[in-house]
């Protein structure tokens, strides 16, 4: 049998971007503090960004 994947909603994941970006952590840290893997916040933190770069070109 496979392992059964999480998923966080969206509120979730923008609040995880939110304590990384206002308190400085590492990713690594909040993931900890959140009991994810720090992956999963890297690859929202990467999103965001890339959001925000799409939002301020047009």
Do not use: C, Y
Not at 10 to 23: C, K, S
Not at 30 to 46: E, R
């Amino acid at each position: 049998m496979g392992e059964t994947r999480r998923s966080f909603d969206p509120d979730f994941r923008a609040g995880a971007v939110r304590i990384v970006h206002e308190t400085r952590k590492s990713i690594a840290s909040v993931a900890k503090d959140l009991g994810i893997n720090a992956g999963t916040p890297a690859n929202w933190m990467q999103m965001d960004r890339l959001a925000r770069e799409r939002d301020t070109d047009g």
